[in-house]
């Protein structure tokens, strides 16, 4: 079956320092995938989405890799700040970016400390 | 931006009792939501891909009878809880896609968190 594997464990940080978050996948082949921030309480919200045929894909602080050799994505979060203190999950998709339905990851708690 | 408004965002009921989670989208019209359910500490997990004019499609294990899907218009989704139980306490989230293109993901809603007492 389809498995999707985030950290499991929080990540604590420095403030300033880059945060580094892991999803990987298994029996599955995602033509994309997409990454949201959950704050406690709340709805996801949308981070960013990269495709099969893109490398890597950038939005302000925030950098995303696909590889789907290894059948991984990296998210990155660069000089870090407290308020980026959340829970951050993976959800690789397939059929349209529109509309296809998204099985996400358990998330990784990040806690950034000042 | 796209917003999708999500009612009430918490609930107390009595067991035996049907709730519903009524969800909007509040500036587009949504063809597809999607109705997911998050238990403390874990990940969403899909319950249900809604359509609108269509019956809704059920993930494996999820009861269609329990859980009453309707999406009788673009942008109304909802979810009602029949004869809720315990067990049935989560928090309960929807989803649309944003029309303007893929590169945007999926705008949720607040979520509301369901008790069943």
């Known amino acids: 079956s389809q498995k999707i594997e985030q950290n499991s464990e929080a990540l604590n940080i420095q403030e300033g320092k880059t945060a580094t978050l892991t999803c990987n996948y298994t029996n599955y082949s995602p033509a994309y995938l997409q990454w949201y921030r959950q704050d406690p309480g709340r709805g996801p919200v949308f981070l960013l989405l990269i495709r099969e045929n893109e490398k890597e894909k950038r939005k302000e602080r925030l950098k995303v890799t696909f590889d789907t050799t290894l059948k991984q994505s990296l998210f990155h979060i660069t000089a870090s700040q407290p308020a980026d203190s959340a829970t951050y999950l993976c959800?690789?998709?397939?059929?349209?970016?529109?509309?296809?339905?998204?099985?996400f990851g358990q998330g990784t708690t990040l806690q950034v400390k000042p | 931006g796209a917003v999708v408004s999500q009612h009430p965002s918490w609930v107390i009921c009595k067991s035996g009792t049907s709730v519903k989670i009524e969800c909007r989208s509040l500036d587009f019209q949504a063809t597809t939501m999607f109705w997911y359910r998050q238990f403390p500490k874990q990940s969403l997990m899909l319950m249900a891909t809604s359509n609108e004019g269509s019956k809704a499609t059920y993930e494996q294990g999820v009861e269609k009878d329990k859980f009453l899907i309707n999406h009788a218009s673009l942008t109304l989704s909802t979810l009602t809880v029949t004869s809720a139980h315990p067990e049935d306490s989560s928090f309960y989230i929807c989803?649309?896609?944003?029309?303007?293109?893929?590169?945007?993901?999926?705008?949720f809603g607040s979520g509301t968190r369901l008790t069943v007492v």
């Open positions: 989803s649309a896609s944003i029309p303007t293109g893929g590169e945007n993901g999926y705008t």
């Open positions: 959800a690789p998709g397939q059929g349209s970016s529109n509309t296809g339905k998204l099985i």
